[in-house]
């Protein structure tokens, strides 16, 4: 089977958010994972910060990995996928020039869209990593991005929590997104039906959800009268793969097979606690 142009999976991506259709993504967080995902059926894929951090840093969630190290990997999925993929791009590496850049090498690496997020990134002295930045700069971020893409069938998604905001500043901020020319909306933190339909209301631009498998909102013909068209269920597969190579290890060392869970192992051969040590210590972090 032939691997489809950049330019037709991007086309894909916008024909699934065109529809009335609500699609769970795989999480793709290397060119052999993409390729599986697309051969049982999946119709997007994630390469996620967080995933790229540890499998290329053995980094937590921090903001440590670097553009071109995460441009790096998506350029190697995007070289042999047969089906979109969306890349979690952080704040976007920066400001909005950074953001321009950032758009530039991950349209190039072959990624079908992305999200840009408004948390203030990397943490600041004395700040939560969960801050977020203006309403201000965060439209600036938009428009810059938007600016930035060459391929005008690339999606940009705008990504909030709502989880840390009250329900008029989400509002008031998925609105000014959209009004700046975003593809789609990317949320993290939403509660449950009553939480998205205050929020969907607002839109008339498609929605993302980051849900990590919330019972709540299990529900996809609901979720896609609400405007829903893609949901990030988290990056089990991936964490899969840490417990499958470590319980293979120990096979091959002839040591009892181990009793870690996947999300077990990925803290303790992770940095982790280093990072969380540093973080008290030179930035007064205390998340």
Same mark, same amino acid.
């Given at each position: 089977?032939?691997?489809?142009?950049?330019?037709?999976?991007?086309?894909?991506?916008?024909?699934?958010?065109?529809?009335?259709?609500?699609?769970?993504?795989?999480?793709?967080?290397?060119?052999?994972?993409?390729?599986?995902?697309?051969d049982i059926g999946f119709e997007v894929g994630i390469l996620g910060g967080?995933? @790229?951090?540890?499998?290329?840093?053995?980094?937590?969630?921090?903001?440590?990995?670097?553009?071109?190290?995460?441009?790096?990997?998506?350029?190697?999925?995007?070289?042999?996928?047969?089906?979109?993929?969306?890349?979690?791009?952080?704040?976007?590496?920066?400001?909005?020039?950074?953001?321009?850049?950032?758009?530039?090498?991950?349209?190039?690496?072959?990624?079908? @869209?992305?999200?840009?997020?408004?948390?203030?990134?990397?943490?600041?002295?004395?700040?939560?990593?969960?801050?977020?930045?203006?309403?201000?700069?965060?439209?600036?971020?938009?428009?810059?991005?938007?600016?930035?893409?060459?391929?005008?069938?690339?999606?940009?998604?705008?990504?909030?929590?709502?989880?840390?905001?009250?329900?008029?500043?989400?509002?008031?901020?998925?609105?000014?997104?959209?009004?700046?020319?975003?593809?789609?909306?990317?949320?993290?933190?939403?509660?449950?039906?009553?939480?998205?339909?205050?929020?969907?209301?607002?839109?008339?631009?498609?929605?993302?959800?980051?849900?990590?498998?919330?019972?709540?909102?299990?529900?996809?013909?609901?979720?896609? @009268?609400?405007?829903?068209?893609?949901?990030?269920?988290?990056?089990?597969?991936?964490?899969?793969?840490?417990?499958?190579?470590?319980?293979?290890?120990?096979?091959?060392?002839?040591? @009892?097979?181990?009793?870690?869970?996947?999300?077990?192992?990925?803290?303790?051969?992770?940095?982790?606690?280093?990072?969380?040590?540093?973080?008290?210590?030179?930035?007064?972090?205390?998340?």
């Amino acid at each position: 089977m032939a691997t489809p142009s950049q330019h037709d999976l991007r086309k894909d991506l916008r024909a699934l958010m065109a529809s009335n259709r609500c699609y769970y993504t795989a999480s793709t967080f290397d060119p052999m994972s993409a390729r599986i995902a697309a051969d049982i059926g999946f119709e997007v894929g994630i390469l996620g910060g967080s995933v @790229a951090s540890l499998q290329v840093l053995a980094a937590p969630d921090f903001a440590l990995i670097t553009l071109s190290e995460f441009t790096e990997q998506a350029t190697r999925i995007g070289r042999v996928a047969r089906l979109p993929i969306i890349a979690d791009a952080d704040h976007g590496y920066g400001n909005a020039l950074n953001v321009m850049r950032t758009v530039t090498e991950l349209e190039r690496a072959g990624v079908a @869209a992305l999200t840009i997020e408004d948390t203030l990134l990397p943490a600041k002295y004395g700040h939560k990593s969960t801050d977020l930045i203006s309403l201000e700069e965060a439209v600036g971020k938009i428009e810059a991005a938007l600016d930035a893409r060459i391929d005008p069938v690339m999606s940009i998604f705008a990504r909030t929590n709502a989880g840390q905001l009250s329900i008029e500043d989400t509002i008031a901020r998925v609105k000014a997104y959209q009004a700046a020319g975003a593809d789609g909306i990317c949320v993290v933190g939403i509660r449950d039906f009553e939480h998205l339909e205050q929020i969907s209301q607002h839109l008339s631009i498609p929605l993302m959800l980051v849900a990590y498998d919330n019972p709540e909102l299990r529900d996809r013909e609901r979720l896609a @009268a609400n405007g829903v068209r893609i949901v990030v269920n988290g990056h089990a597969a991936y964490f899969a793969a840490i417990k499958a190579t470590y319980d293979c290890l120990r096979a091959q060392r002839g040591i @009892a097979e181990g009793t870690l869970s996947a999300s077990e192992l990925s803290t303790r051969y992770s940095t982790l606690e280093e990072n969380r040590e540093w973080a008290v210590r030179f930035m007064d972090v205390h998340d």
